[in-house]
C-alpha cells in the first residue's frame, strides 16, 4: 500500500469533474420539466406538495456517508422550487407575527432563497391572497392554545377551490434563523393528495359541552392517533364549540371513521369541515442520518 497523500490539485480536479456531472444532471431534468410544464398546460394548481414529500422521504432513506442531511434536502428544495417556477410564477404569502420574528425565515428555507416573499400583518390577507391565486402559497404561525389568532376557521368552509393546509414547516429540522423554535402552516388551494405519512386536519363544531380529554379519547377510540386538539369558543352567543383536531393517515371527509366518531358523541358534531393534510416532516433520528 502506498503511503503518498492525494496531491491536492489531483483531487480538485475531481471535484469539478463530479460538479460538471451534477450541473449536466440538472440541465437533462430542467428539461424533462418543460414537458412536465407542457403537460400539466391547463392545470390551476402546479404544485404537488405530497410528492414533494416523497422526494425527501426517498433521498433520506438512501443517503449514505458525512453530508449533512439538512444540507441535502435545502439543496433539493431549492431545485424543487426554483423548477416549479418555469411552470408558473410562484409566489409566498407570510403573516408577520408582532414579536415573534422568524416565519418568513421558515417559508425562506422551504420556498427557496429567491422566491417572491409577500409579508402581512393578518392572517385573513394572507388567505385572501391564496384564494384570490395572487400568491401560490401562504406560511401562517401553528395554531396555539389561548390564541386570538384561530386563522384556521376562515378555512371552515365549503368549494372545491378553497385554500386547504398543506405543509407543516420547519420540515426537515430547526435552523438557525430568527425565531428557531417557530412552526408553521402552510395552505395553497392545491387538493390534498396522499403521501406515505400524511396528518389531516380538521374543524369540528360541537353542538353541547365536551371537554378536550373525552375528544380525544373518543377519536382514539376510533382508532387515529390524536394530535393537536384545540378549542375555540366564537365571541357572542354561538351554539358551538369549535375544535382543532390532527388525525393520523389521510382523512377524507367521507372517511366512515368521523361517522362512527359522530355516532359516540351521539351526534354532536354540527359540522366537521376537512382543513387539509400534510407530509409529516423529517425529524430525530432519521435526520440526524449516517453521522
Keep these: 500500500m502506498s503511503d503518498t497523500k492525494p496531491s491536492l490539485d489531483a483531487l480538485r480536479v475531481e471535484i469539478d469533474e463530479i460538479d460538471n456531472q451534477l450541473h449536466d444532471l440538472i440541465m437533462a431534468r ?8 407542457m403537460a400539466k ?8 406538495p405530497a410528492r414533494e414529500a416523497e422526494i425527501l422521504y426517498r433521498l433520506s432513506e438512501r443517503h449514505q456517508g458525512v453530508f449533512p442531511k439538512q444540507s441535502l434536502f435545502r439543496m433539493w428544495r431549492e431545485m424543487i422550487v426554483g423548477t416549479l417556477a418555469l411552470e408558473a410564477p410562484f409566489a409566498v404569502a407570510v403573516q408577520d407575527v408582532v414579536g415573534e420574528d422568524g ?12 422566491s417572491n416573499l409577500r409579508r402581512h400583518e393578518s392572517a385573513a390577507a394572507v388567505i385572501d391572497m391564496v384564494n384570490n391565486d395572487e400568491v401560490t402559497v401562504g406560511v401562517l404561525p401553528f395554531p396555539q392554545p389561548h390564541s386570538d389568532n ?12 378553497r385554500p386547504m393546509i398543506m405543509g407543516r414547516l420547519p420540515f426537515f429540522g430547526r435552523s438557525n434563523a430568527q425565531g428557531a423554535n417557530l412552526d408553521a402552516l402552510v395552505i395553497s388551494t392545491v387538493k390534498p393528495e396522499p ?4 396528518i389531516s386536519v380538521y374543524s369540528l363544531d360541537i ?3 365536551i371537554s378536550l380529554q373525552r375528544l380525544r379519547a373518543e377519536i382514539e377510540d376510533q382508532g387515529f392517533v390524536a394530535g393537536v386538539v384545540l378549542q375555540w369558543t366564537a365571541p357572542g352567543n354561538s351554539p358551538y364549540s ?19 366518531l359522530n355516532a359516540r358523541l351521539e351526534g354532536a358534531i354540527e359540522r366537521h369541515f376537512w382543513l387539509g ?3 409529516a416532516p423529517i425529524e430525530g433520528d432519521e435526520l440526524a442520518g449516517d453521522q
Design 30 to 37: 430542467s428539461k424533462i420539466i418543460e414537458r412536465v410544464r
Design 41 to 48: 398546460e391547463g392545470e390551476r394548481t402546479k404544485i404537488r
Design 103 to 114: 416565519y418568513a425565515d421558515l417559508a425562506r428555507d422551504h420556498f427557496g432563497s429567491f
Design 150 to 161: 384561530a386563522w384556521w376557521r376562515y378555512l371552515a368552509t365549503d368549494g372545491d377551490q
Design 195 to 198: 403521501s406515505s405519512r400524511d
Design 207 to 209: 353542538v353541547g359541552e
Design 242 to 260: 369549535h375544535f382543532l383536531v390532527e388525525l393520523n393517515d389521510f382523512v377524507s371527509e367521507d372517511d366512515v371513521r368521523l361517522m362512527a
Design 277 to 279: 393534510t400534510y407530509s
